[in-house]
């Protein structure tokens, strides 16, 4: 998500924070944009979880279990 898009909820989250309303298509805009930064969020997370080793007291480094 690039920062652009950052800047634009959190100029959504100004204006209703100063107790402005939103319009319809701004509610909808707003919600998308924050429908993407949580799956960017899941997707970083998940790529860094990925990536963990758990090391062992004898030295043995395995996976970390895929969770459901």
């Known amino acids: 998500m ?3 898009k ?3 909820i959190n100029e959504f989250a100004r204006r209703v924070k100063a107790g402005e309303t939103l319009t319809a ?3 909808a805009e ?4 924050r429908r993407e ?3 960017s969020v899941k997707a970083s ?3 860094q ?4 080793y758990i090391i062992g007291p ?5 996976r970390l279990p895929k969770r459901k």
């Open 2 to 4: 690039d920062q652009k």
């Open 6 to 8: 950052i800047d634009r």
């Open 25 to 27: 298509e701004e509610l």
């Open 30 to 33: 707003r919600d998308a944009l």
């Open 37 to 39: 930064y949580i799956d």
């Open 45 to 47: 997370l998940t790529g």
């Open 49 to 52: 979880l990925d990536n963990t």
């Open 58 to 62: 004898d030295g043995t480094k395995r």
